[in-house]
């Protein structure tokens, strides 16, 4: 690292923020902060509720930063966490406020302390109940004095009833009025908050006390139930953390202690009893145990593992002990991966998002012109009563907020991502989910996507009858090599007792095999397509491929100084989901099609059982090449294993990793089915349609309460408490709709 980069890293601090419901709350806090000298690279969270940001403490202290971000109306605390700061970037301009600036370019998160380890809420309000939080309080204080005021009206002579609505009014708006002055200086003048400020004031100015009082503690209660929908969404990240215990027993010195997982560091061994979860991922050293690595990728069915295999934290040892080498920090396990990467997609907006964010900082401007006409022309142009029109102006602009509009979109977001992680499902964004709703053709590479990708040997042909001499020449050559084809050569080698030599200068030959020295001489494993190039294939030869490729098996030539030493055969089993998975997006309306890099005769008999198209003997490069050609008339959503698939992967529209969260899976492409299931990719799709329907939902039911009230209020027909009332309901109303899917089922 530079001596720049260490400089900037020392200037990285960071903070826990309590309260924040929506993008604008980001939007406002971002805002204000950049506006302080020395601060740079603001970066807000929503849902891990964290800022991170770079501070020179010359100009601005910490100090100011908390009480820049506590006169806003959030509570803020110093985050103290394992590994870099850095906090998610909200890339959200708007949703109540936030308007009226110019747009911040969207950047990706990187928090690497968003795991589990770092997932510390010194001011989250997410687990208190709602009348403990500040705007369960607000909600109390307004409620009391609005009855108080209701009950001086009936019970004090004169005025007096109206002067404790006044009051009531007075002190309830006290606390937002500062919000919204807060935002004021920091350059956001169209906040909600400001629009109920004005509101009040005005309402006090012509008489309507307990109306103001009234719209008030509406406002208090629909801020109190955004809070709590915000909460029930973040409910299943923090679940996700829960899944790793806080404490591990350490070995050590001949004997266990118990630690604070967080302090568990890569090399260290730790016991693992029946029925607890492992603390962190690492090796099994000693003992054999069903694990339960339900909680990582859904799968109910343990696993029996043993000496040597990989284990993730979070999972449960359902029978035996056994002892744990780490092999990741705390900040970097599978839980902490995963956690980390939902909060990044939830902050990663969808195009309908960026479009309503756009629409919404002209939406709001034009409401607030609209009021001052309605305010203004009718008494000017037509003798009109002044506080009738500048009622109905201050009822237009409670209306007019689009805070229902502008949250449809991420709420909804929030909760399919959330849904799908708790399923096995990782979609890394709204722009993901947009696109996966449009897919209506899906490409599959074959080797450990659709098959189990453990292919074994099962015929062995020599032209001389040497076959054991053969099987020697191919496994020198595959020594150390970890491809699945390569691995069931061994295996098939060591289990006939075979010896051989491990081959020198070995080096794969893209899209054909590989080759290594072996006794002197150059061997090749692989294509008979390239032994054929080579000289190396003879027409007894090709009989016995073209027979074994008929029967659906992969078969690799085996030469030496272009002569051919036999071939070796072997079959990789389609997954026992693969075919019910095929008829699933068949029913969807989505097309199948196999990429495989295997001959025609071995794809098409794996193809032809699963009822789905083929394309056989594709290098890389053409598994490109026939990607761009599908997505030219098709959005194409690939599904490959994520290494040796990454160029296809990249050019899809959704790129899709298998694996049970293994590095590629969780970190290259779009998106990862954590269950290893082929059958998940139906549910994908069906998430992400149902995602974008629930969207459109949301988007009418904001946009048609505001179009009916706008008219309504304007009319006269309804007032100040109405207006509130209909734009908290059409809030809570898109609010409780996206949380519907949270319960959202994979299966039809």
Not at 107 to 123: E, L, Q, R
Not at 202 to 225: K, M, R, T, W, Y
Not at 327 to 356: G, H, K, S, Y
Not at 680 to 693: K, S
Request: proline share 4%; aromatic share 4%.
């Amino acid at each position: 690292m530079s001596l720049k980069q260490d400089d900037h890293a020392a200037n990285t601090h960071s903070w826990t923020v309590g309260g924040m419901d929506c993008a604008s709350c980001a939007g406002k806090i971002r805002t204000a902060l950049e506006r302080l000298p020395g601060v740079s690279d603001v970066k807000v969270s929503v849902m891990s509720e964290t800022l991170a940001l770079a501070l020179d403490e010359g100009k601005t202290g910490r100090e100011t930063i908390e009480r820049t971000v506590e006169k806003l109306g959030y509570k803020v605390s110093a985050r103290q966490i394992a590994g870099a700061d850095a906090g998610g970037d909200a890339s959200a301009d708007a949703c109540c406020g936030g308007k009226g600036r110019q747009p911040h370019p969207d950047s990706g998160p990187s928090d690497p302390g968003h795991g589990v380890a770092g997932h510390v809420h010194g001011a989250d309000v997410g687990n208190k109940s709602w009348y403990r939080t500040g705007k369960g309080h607000l909600v109390i204080l307004t409620g009391l004095l609005l009855a108080a005021a209701w009950g001086a009206e009936f019970l004090l002579p004169g005025d007096l009833g109206m002067w404790a609505f006044v009051a009531a009014c007075l002190i309830g708006v006290a606390p937002v009025a500062r919000r919204a002055f807060a935002a004021l200086r920091a350059g956001m003048p169209f906040t909600i908050e400001m629009l109920m400020t004005v509101a009040a004031a005005g309402a006090l100015f012509i008489g309507a006390a307990e109306e103001a009082a009234l719209v008030v503690f509406l406002f208090a209660v629909g801020e109190l139930l955004e809070g709590v929908a915000a909460n029930r969404a973040r409910a299943g990240i923090r679940a996700l953390g829960d899944l790793v215990p806080k404490t591990a027993m350490l070995e050590e010195n001949g004997g266990t202690r118990k630690v604070q997982a967080s302090e568990l560091v890569i090399g260290q061994i730790v016991v693992v009893r029946p029925g607890d979860r492992i603390p962190a991922d690492g090796e099994i050293v000693d003992g054999t145990a069903g694990i339960d690595e339900a909680p990582v990728t859904g799968e109910s069915v343990p696993k029996s593992k043993s000496e040597g295999d990989d284990v993730f934290a979070g999972s449960i040892v359902t029978d035996a002990a056994i002892r744990v080498r780490v092999t990741r920090a705390p900040e970097d396990n599978t839980i902490a991966r995963i956690i980390r990467l939902v909060e990044e997609a939830q902050e990663a907006r969808a195009p309908t998002e960026r479009f309503i964010d756009r629409f919404s900082r002209y939406y709001m401007p034009a409401i607030v012109a609209l009021a001052v006409l309605v305010a203004v022309v009718p008494p000017l142009a037509v003798g009109a009563a002044w506080d009738v029109w500048v009622y109905r102006a201050l009822a237009l602009l409670l209306i007019g907020c689009p805070c229902a509009l502008v949250i449809s979109v991420p709420a909804s977001i929030a909760s399919s991502l959330s849904a799908g992680a708790r399923r096995g499902l990782l979609l890394k964004g709204g722009a993901v989910l947009e696109a996966a709703a449009r897919v209506d053709l899906v490409a599959l590479d074959k080797t450990g996507t659709l098959t189990v990708g453990r292919p074994v040997v099962t015929d062995i042909w020599s032209p001389d009858g040497e076959e054991r001499r053969l099987l020697a020449l191919a496994a020198s050559v595959e020594a150390g090599s970890s491809h699945p084809l390569a691995e069931a050569i061994l295996r098939f080698a060591e289990n006939l007792g075979v010896l051989f030599e491990t081959g020198s200068d070995a080096r794969v030959i893209p899209g054909r095999g590989v080759e290594a020295r072996v006794g002197g001489q150059t061997v090749f494993v692989g294509s008979p397509r390239h032994a054929a190039e080579q000289g190396a294939m003879t027409p007894e030869a090709r009989q016995h491929i073209e027979a074994l490729e008929a029967q659906g098996k992969t078969v690799a030539a085996v030469f030496q100084a272009n002569a051919l030493c036999g071939v070796i055969a072997l079959r990789d089993e389609p997954r026992e989901d693969a075919a019910a998975a095929m008829r699933d997006l068949a029913q969807l309306g989505v097309r199948s099609v196999m990429l495989t890099g295997d001959n025609a005769r071995t794809a098409g008999a794996i193809a032809g059982s699963l009822s789905m198209e083929f394309r056989a003997e594709l290098l890389p490069d053409d598994k490109v090449s026939a990607i761009r050609e599908l997505t030219a008339g098709h959005t194409v959503m690939m599904i490959g294993d994520g290494i040796n698939d990454a160029p296809a992967l990249a050019t899809a529209d959704v790129g899709v990793a298998m694996g049970s969260g293994t590095d590629v899976a969780l970190e290259s492409a779009d998106g990862a089915l954590l269950r290893n299931r082929v059958s998940d990719v139906g549910g994908m799709l069906r998430l992400a349609r149902a995602t974008m329907i629930n969207i459109r939902q949301n988007i009418a039911i904001a946009l048609g309460l505001k179009a009916v009230f706008l008219v309504t209020t304007v009319l006269g027909i309804t007032g100040l408490w109405i207006a509130i009332l209909a734009d908290t309901g059409a809030t809570v109303l898109v609010t409780l709709n996206a949380l519907r899917l949270l319960g959202f089922r994979l299966e039809r």
